[in-house]
């Protein structure tokens, strides 16, 4: 019988050090420390590799710190609105609405999604010093604890933790909070997955340098230039400045290089046909001479054929001895005839992704009209928003129809406002999930946001979350009243428009406060945590937290298994006890159903260790090995905490 401490020990998997140990197990010492001269001494009899002698990145005050936070546990745990979640446009839906820190969600989501996200698009503060932005953590380190976990001395220590307290927005503060999202967010991308950030000019060349560290300089894609504004600022000091026009989108991707889509620009006819295929007569075209280069390549004799002078082929030299080739040149009435096939075209008939998106596609005052028109009030108080164009446009050319796309800086929810629209409009499935910090709306700073919130939508305690839930309300609401005003609408019933909501709690206060007991030490007459205490409500708590961390989707509902009168819950091999009165009928019956019930082969049961006495725990344990061994099977039996 296993034993797990779980509950307070949720982080990222470290898949790494899983390879280093399955493929390098004797370049660990018997304490478990990394050889890492063995490992390159390994490598350089094997490989044909040089190890670089030089080095380049970048250092702040913080990055210790940071890196510390991307590997340290989650200290919350995670919460299902089961009222919302069970309404009959969200049971069934795929698409997630979290709740909570989105470095806390990014942790929760790091085994159930890892490597399950094919395009992530974020929106984070610009810290342009009127955005609000200052650098706050509420994990508490000692000095010396700090120290030792990160490996710095204890002044370095000291250091870090003033700043990291002082509510600061320097360019360190930005990459401290920046660092642990974007190192998650890798782990939970496909290796064809792509990442885009938005940013401004001021931190948009620390954020280069960032993204290099954590993707690699090799999967910079490119910094695509949108043009977010159309009007220039209206300042007594605005002659002195450069007025902003655009904005950058950092394009990275995880590993592979890869093709994007690209946007059809039209179907071409192909009338004609002979033992080659199908084609269609194209007439040679004339433009315009250019230089001496274009003299040497552009204008030459086609069949005897030369261009009017001044003027130039619009196909060079290689592209017409390609036709001539294949015997798909002609002459007829002094022209030059071209048999154009499908396979030469592929390109002419498409748009290129491009590096500058213009106005065209939408401005911020675009995507704040669309804002006011979904949730039918320009009292929401977001004067800077994304235009659903822009980001559907990013969706469409790097997803395939059943992707899932992340978005960890919802925002207004214009994300998951243009997976809905695209979908609409292509019959795709993609997904999306959505994580907003519920801040809370400072009547001070933004009245109309906080009325609108407060007084339309009736919550007693105004956040940016409630606005972002209520734009995904009413966007899939209006995307199908807008189809059915259509001329030619489509058939949206197979649609998926609703959403599930799950939030971050945390796992030390209330009922869970002194739920910090370790495993190891668990003796029953000792009561250091009151399992009592927990209501059904809780348990459904522990087991989202722990289903998502056993790679079960949040989206995937457990399956409740009737044991003779004990209520189990049971996805994918594995299955959870964590109600009290286990009893050996139940166990009886637990038996009795992997036997004779081909739909239910747990490989893996989980009990929850508080609810249980330790003579039921040993009989469960020796029972089921006992089955296991009989029936030749592998069913492990874990007691968790």
């Known amino acids: 019988m296993d034993k797990q401490n779980t509950t307070k020990n949720i982080k990222i998997p470290s898949k790494n050090l899983i390879i280093l140990k399955k493929n390098f197990s004797h370049c660990f010492d018997k304490n478990g420390n990394f050889d890492f001269d063995k490992f390159k001494q390994e490598l350089s009899k094997t490989e044909d590799l040089d190890f670089s002698k030089e080095s380049y990145g970048m250092d702040w005050l913080g990055k210790s710190y940071a890196r510390l936070l991307a590997s340290d546990e989650a200290t919350t745990l995670l919460k299902e609105d089961e009222k919302f979640n069970q309404k009959e446009e969200n049971k069934n839906s795929e698409n997630l609405l979290i709740k909570g820190d989105n470095l806390e969600v990014l942790k929760h989501l790091s085994n159930a999604y890892y490597e399950k996200i094919k395009m992530i698009y974020i929106d984070p503060p610009y810290n342009t010093g009127s955005d609000g932005f200052v650098y706050q953590d509420d994990r508490k380190f000692t000095t010396e604890e700090l120290s030792k976990l990160a490996g710095i001395d204890k002044d370095k220590a000291k250091r870090i933790l003033d700043f ?369 205490k927990l209501n059904n409500e809780d348990l459904k708590t522990l087991l989202t937290t722990w289903k998502t961390n056993d790679n079960i989707p949040l989206t995937q509902n457990l399956k409740e298994i009737d044991l003779d009168g004990y209520k189990g819950y049971y996805f994918d091999t594995k299955l959870y006890l964590v109600n009290i009165g286990f009893k050996t009928k139940n166990l009886k019956k637990l038996l009795e159903e992997i036997d004779s019930n081909k739909d239910f082969n747990p490989a893996t049961i989980i009990a929850f260790g508080y609810n249980f006495e330790s003579k039921n725990l040993r009989e469960i344990a020796e029972n089921v090995k006992n089955y296991a061994n009989k029936k030749h099977i592998d069913v492990d039996f874990i007691t968790r905490y």
């Open 164 to 532: 990291t307290q002082s509510k600061s927005n320097s360019h360190s503060a930005w990459l401290t909070f920046m660092y642990p999202r974007l190192y998650i967010a890798k782990q939970l991308l496909k290796d064809d997955g792509v990442i885009f950030v938005s940013i401004d000019d001021n931190e948009v060349a620390q954020l280069r340098l960032l993204m290099d560290e954590i993707f690699g300089e090799e999967n910079f894609v490119g910094n695509i230039a949108w043009e977010s504004k159309t009007k220039s600022q209206n300042t007594k000091d605005s002659f002195n400045k450069l007025q902003p026009k655009v904005e950058h989108i950092l394009l990275y991707t995880k590993k592979d290089k890869r093709r994007f889509n690209l946007i059809k620009k039209g179907e071409k006819e192909y009338p004609e046909k002979d033992d080659r295929g199908v084609f269609r007569e194209y007439v040679l075209e004339v433009m315009n001479a250019g230089g001496m280069r274009g003299r040497e390549t552009m204008v030459f004799p086609i069949k005897e054929i030369l261009p009017p002078k001044g003027k130039q082929w619009k196909l060079g030299k290689e592209a017409i001895s390609n036709f001539d080739k294949r015997g798909d040149l002609l002459v007829r009435n002094n022209k030059i005839i071209i048999k154009k096939r499908p396979e030469d075209e592929s390109f002419d008939l498409t748009e290129p992704f491009w590096g500058l998106l213009t106005k065209d596609i939408g401005t911020a005052e675009t995507g704040k009209k669309e804002l006011t028109k979904v949730l039918n009030s320009d009292k929401h108080g977001f004067e800077t928003v994304k235009p659903a164009s822009l980001i559907k446009r990013l969706i469409f050319h790097s997803t395939s129809k059943g992707d899932i796309i992340l978005d960890f800086f919802a925002g207004s929810g214009t994300t998951g406002d243009a997976v809905m629209q695209l979908n609409a409009e292509d019959n795709g499935n993609r997904k999306y999930i959505l994580v907003q910090l519920p801040e809370e709306i400072d009547p001070n700073k933004n009245k109309t946001a906080y009325d609108f919130v407060k007084n339309e939508l009736k919550v007693e305690n105004p956040t940016i979350f409630e606005i972002t839930k209520e734009r995904l309300l009413r966007a899939g609401k209006k995307i199908q009243e807008d189809n059915k005003k259509s001329k030619e609408p489509k058939d949206l019933s197979k649609q998926d428009f609703g959403f599930k909501i799950f939030e971050t709690i945390p796992n030390d206060e209330g009922v869970w406060e002194n739920y910090n007991f370790d495993a190891e030490e668990f003796d029953p007459q000792t009561k250091l945590f009151n399992e009592t």
